[in-house]
């Protein structure tokens, strides 16, 4: 059965309002632009992080909803966001950062900024 299971399942209900939801093309439009609105914002804030302290190794150019970085400090700027009730994706030497609000994008950078300063003291 698990084989052959959608890995994301929705029931019909969910399904019918999806339908409708996606038929909106206009409101699907501004969803999509307020997204990369919100992308473009985070990604310009980390560049700046990235310009201004010698922490990131790589800030990724991204198409997609989220900033990916580089940086051999990604254990413990996540260990320190989790402490601040910020989660955010850690996989090895990389932080996966989901672009959100205007003021989830100001909280998570304020934060990211404050943990490189007391990393590099």
Known sequence: MRTVKS?????GL???????????????????????????SLYSGMLSIYAR????????KTSTNFVFVKTKSAKKIFDELLKRSIAIR????????????????DAVLD???????DIKE
């Open 90 to 105: 850690y996989m090895g030497d990389n932080l996966r950062i989901t672009a959100g609000t205007k003021q989830e994008n």
């Open 111 to 117: 934060a990211i900024e404050d943990i490189i300063k």
């Open 53 to 60: 302290y010698d922490v990131f190794e790589t800030v990724y």
């Open 7 to 11: 890995p994301y399942n929705v029931n």
């Open 14 to 40: 969910t399904q019918s309002i999806g339908r409708v939801v996606l038929s909106e093309q206009d409101y699907v439009n501004s969803c999509i632009e307020k997204i990369i609105r919100s992308r473009d």
